[in-house]
């Protein structure tokens, strides 16, 4: 069983940054994809980032390059989400989600993808 904790959500004002934290139990971050997607209310669940199981392929909406940087820290099985430059737009529930069949060198953009989801975290963007 997989399990994803997400933390470090909340309301900062436009230009402003915040780090997600998305904690993964069951698996190892090397045996899962790993993407971060977003919804605003009303909208459809879109991916912001996604990376591959190496960590060496990565995938940025277009909304966020330049802004949003995926990393993480495999001794704390951890994966992190730096959101700069924020902006209005970017006001969503994120959620980090897992892909346990994924390939090695492979991401992946679809929520269909994906198998294990966290609880969501609200990010608030005010101008």
């Known amino acids: 069983q997989v399990q994803l904790v997400e933390s470090g959500g909340g309301m900062v004002q436009a230009g402003g940054s915040l780090r997600l934290s998305c904690a993964v139990s069951?698996?190892?971050?090397?045996?899962?994809?790993m993407g971060w997607f977003r919804q605003a209310p009303g909208k459809e669940r879109d991916v912001v980032v996604a990376?591959?199981?190496?960590?060496?392929?990565?995938f940025h909406a277009d909304s966020v390059k330049g802004r949003f940087t995926i990393s993480r820290d495999n001794a704390k099985n951890t994966m992190y989400l730096q959101m700069n430059s924020l902006k209005p737009e970017d006001t969503a529930v994120y959620f980090c989600?897992?892909?346990?069949?994924?390939?090695?060198?492979?991401?992946?953009?679809?929520?269909?993808?994906?198998?294990?989801w966290g609880q969501g975290t609200q990010v608030t963007i005010s101008s």
């Open positions: 989600a897992a892909n346990t069949r994924a390939a090695y060198y492979y991401y992946y953009t679809s929520p269909e993808d994906y198998d294990y």
């Open positions: 069951g698996r190892t971050l090397s045996s899962v994809a």
């Open positions: 990376t591959s199981r190496s960590g060496g392929n990565t």
